[in-house]
């Protein structure tokens, strides 16, 4: 048996619950929402009223619920939407008149959020917010647009999507690692195109975002990076090494290793499911005249290509 706490291996993953850009999306609703407030009826639509840049909105959204499994043939499932409350779709204001029949949420925990309620057919609602446009690298935002806390909507029944992870070593094993598997429902999470930089272009393709607590960035929380899931196995990994800083981005210098004493896994669900979240503590460094950091980096290696097996994107998932 492993003696430090900080060799939690075989780390499975605590769906709790927590993005979206319009490819990498639960559903955006709103930044930076004050004064957020939720109702739904017994017909599948839901009223979201928040209040942003000092004006009072209310959405309407309606018509879906979980998701597809990947498909080349029919759309991931997406919410119709309606921001003037249901003038525009209805020509009546929905927002005032629609009865709340949304009662006290008995779903599964989830993280990020702000409020959930379940429905009459014992469907969920929830709304969370979430840091996504962080910049990577544990570099503080320099643009407003970065510092944003977007606000999603889902709707789903029975059980959440799955994040597996995995932490080990790589590179002549120097280097810290984590590797995993996102997953609904049994069925791999993935898209079908992506542009050059890894940007889903397809309401399928999903990434993955990693924020690492107390590191060479600093005390705290900070985003390390984001990659997407791979075809056609919902696989992932990311090795913790120093990198420049990307194009576009302020000449901070070389940017050390990221790892750190704590890892925060994120992926927003496919289709209209919620955002989920795995959390997990770090692996020591690696040494290599410990048996027990040998055998893990063994069965490590041994797991990840197994989920890596058939790999179809441009940067594979390898161990070295």
Same mark, same amino acid.
């Given at each position: 048996?492993?003696?430090?706490?900080?060799?939690?291996?075989?780390?499975?993953?605590?769906v709790? @619950?927590?993005?979206?850009?319009?490819?990498? @999306?639960?559903t955006?609703?709103?930044?930076?929402?004050?004064d957020?407030?939720?109702?739904?009826?017994?017909?599948?639509?839901?009223?979201?009223?928040?209040?942003?840049?000092?004006?009072?909105?209310?959405?309407?959204?309606?018509?879906?619920?979980?998701?597809?499994?990947?498909?080349?043939?029919?759309?991931?499932?997406?919410?119709?939407?309606?921001y003037?409350?249901?003038?525009?779709?209805?020509?009546?204001?929905?927002?005032?008149?629609?009865?709340? @029949?949304c009662?006290?949420?008995?779903?599964?925990?989830?993280?990020?959020?702000?409020?959930?309620?379940?429905?009459?057919?014992?469907?969920?609602?929830?709304?969370?917010?979430?840091?996504?446009?962080?910049?990577?690298?544990?570099?503080?935002?320099?643009?407003?647009?970065?510092?944003?806390?977007?606000?999603h909507?889902?709707?789903?029944?029975?059980?959440?999507?799955?994040?597996?992870?995995?932490?080990?070593?790589?590179?002549?094993?120097?280097?810290?690692?984590?590797?995993?598997?996102?997953?609904y429902?049994?069925?791999?999470?993935?898209?079908?195109a992506?542009?050059?930089?890894?940007n889903?272009?397809?309401?399928?393709?999903?990434?993955?975002?990693?924020?690492?607590?107390?590191?060479?960035?600093?005390?705290?929380?900070?985003?390390?990076?984001?990659?997407?899931?791979?075809?056609?196995?919902?696989?992932?990994?990311?090795?913790?090494?120093?990198?420049?800083?990307?194009?576009?981005?302020?000449?901070?210098?070389?940017?050390?290793?990221?790892?750190?004493?704590?890892?925060r896994?994120?992926?927003?669900?496919?289709?209209?499911?919620?955002?989920?979240?795995?959390?997990?503590?770090?692996?020591?460094?690696?040494?290599?005249?410990?048996?027990?950091h040998?055998?893990?980096?063994?069965?490590?290696n041994?797991?990840?290509?197994?989920? @890596?097996?058939?790999?179809?994107?441009?940067?594979?998932?390898?161990?070295?």
């Amino acid at each position: 048996m492993l003696r430090s706490p900080r060799l939690a291996f075989a780390l499975l993953a605590v769906v709790l @619950a927590a993005s979206a850009a319009p490819a990498s @999306a639960s559903t955006l609703v709103a930044r930076d929402a004050l004064d957020v407030s939720l109702k739904a009826d017994a017909r599948g639509r839901a009223v979201v009223s928040y209040t942003a840049a000092g004006r009072k909105r209310h959405v309407l959204l309606w018509d879906a619920v979980n998701a597809r499994a990947p498909s080349t043939s029919a759309p991931q499932v997406e919410f119709k939407r309606d921001y003037s409350g249901g003038w525009g779709a209805f020509r009546k204001p929905l927002w005032k008149t629609m009865r709340n @029949a949304c009662g006290a949420y008995d779903g599964p925990p989830l993280a990020y959020l702000v409020v959930a309620c379940t429905a009459p057919d014992g469907s969920h609602w929830a709304l969370q917010a979430w840091s996504r446009p962080l910049p990577n690298l544990g570099i503080d935002p320099w643009k407003p647009e970065q510092r944003a806390v977007e606000l999603h909507l889902s709707h789903w029944s029975g059980e959440l999507p799955r994040l597996e992870v995995w932490l080990d070593w790589v590179n002549t094993r120097k280097y810290h690692h984590l590797f995993g598997r996102f997953t609904y429902r049994g069925e791999p999470v993935y898209g079908f195109a992506a542009t050059p930089r890894g940007n889903p272009l397809d309401r399928y393709g999903r990434l993955v975002y990693v924020d690492t607590y107390d590191s060479a960035y600093g005390p705290g929380w900070r985003r390390e990076n984001s990659f997407l899931a791979h075809r056609p196995n919902g696989n992932f990994c990311y090795g913790f090494y120093a990198h420049d800083p990307y194009p576009g981005y302020p000449d901070v210098g070389r940017r050390p290793p990221g790892n750190g004493a704590r890892y925060r896994v994120t992926a927003s669900g496919p289709g209209v499911t919620p955002i989920v979240v795995w959390e997990g503590g770090a692996l020591p460094d690696y040494n290599r005249r410990n048996p027990e950091h040998v055998e893990h980096e063994r069965r490590m290696n041994q797991l990840a290509a197994g989920l @890596a097996a058939g790999d179809e994107s441009r940067t594979r998932c390898t161990q070295r």
